[in-house]
């Protein structure tokens, strides 16, 4: 099983930045895909889950405004995209697999800088 996420990212603030996890070893379909991601203010984060059997989406409400969920089936990929970054969205930004709240897998971790 791998978990590959796209390299890293540099933003201004308002900007926005979309996150890549491409699954590998396993059926894509039987499977959550959650995004958590660890900031120096806020320290680890769940960011939220999509369901890739039905494109189902669950943000945290402290995303849900500025948080978009996207799957690509032919690929297994699926991405995450933050809308109206600012600074504090610094961070590493991490997919993990998961089933009955458990996470198993982990992506290697995108960086994510929002600076002027």
């Known amino acids: 099983v791998q978990l590959v996420q796209s390299g890293a990212e540099l933003r201004n603030p308002g900007a926005s930045v979309k996150v890549s996890c491409k699954a590998s070893g396993y059926t894509f379909s039987t499977y959550y895909i959650d995004w958590v991601r660890q900031t120096p203010g806020q320290g680890l984060e769940w960011m939220g889950r999509?369901?890739?059997?039905?494109?189902?989406?669950k943000p945290a409400r402290k995303f849900q405004d500025r948080l978009t969920f996207t799957v690509e089936i032919a690929t297994s990929t699926v991405y995450v995209e933050l809308s109206s970054l600012t600074s504090e969205d610094t961070g590493v930004y991490y997919c993990a697999r998961s089933r009955s709240g458990d996470y198993d897998y982990w992506g290697q971790g995108t960086q994510v800088t929002v600076s002027s």
């Open positions: 999509i369901d890739p059997d039905d494109v189902a989406t």
